[in-house]
């Protein structure tokens, strides 16, 4: 497979920050586990492991920007 190099050419890349676009972030997370997963570099009881964490910290995320 030829190697081949992306280059971005449009506007200026948005800053995601984790107030604004914790779903989004949330879901990258899980992708990327899943990922991880598929290529066997992860069992699937880690996977499970991990993306209990990540939807634990989520929740508390959350519960934390309800509260300011």
Same mark, same amino acid.
């Given at each position: 497979?030829?190697?081949?190099?992306?280059?971005?050419?449009?506007?200026?890349?948005?800053?995601?920050?984790?107030?604004?676009?914790?779903?989004?972030?949330?879901?990258?997370?899980?992708?990327? @586990? %899943?990922? *991880? #997963? =598929?290529?066997?570099? $992860?069992?699937?009881?880690?996977?499970?492991?991990? @993306? %209990?964490? *990540? #939807? =634990?910290?989520?929740? $508390?995320?959350?519960?934390?920007?309800?509260?300011?």
């Amino acid at each position: 497979m030829k190697h081949r190099e992306f280059i971005y050419v449009g506007g200026p890349v948005p800053e995601l920050n984790e107030r604004e676009h914790a779903a989004f972030l949330m879901n990258y997370q899980r992708s990327i @586990l %899943l990922s *991880l #997963e =598929k290529r066997n570099l $992860l069992t699937t009881s880690q996977r499970e492991r991990c @993306l %209990l964490e *990540l #939807e =634990k910290q989520y929740r $508390l995320d959350q519960k934390k920007q309800r509260q300011a």
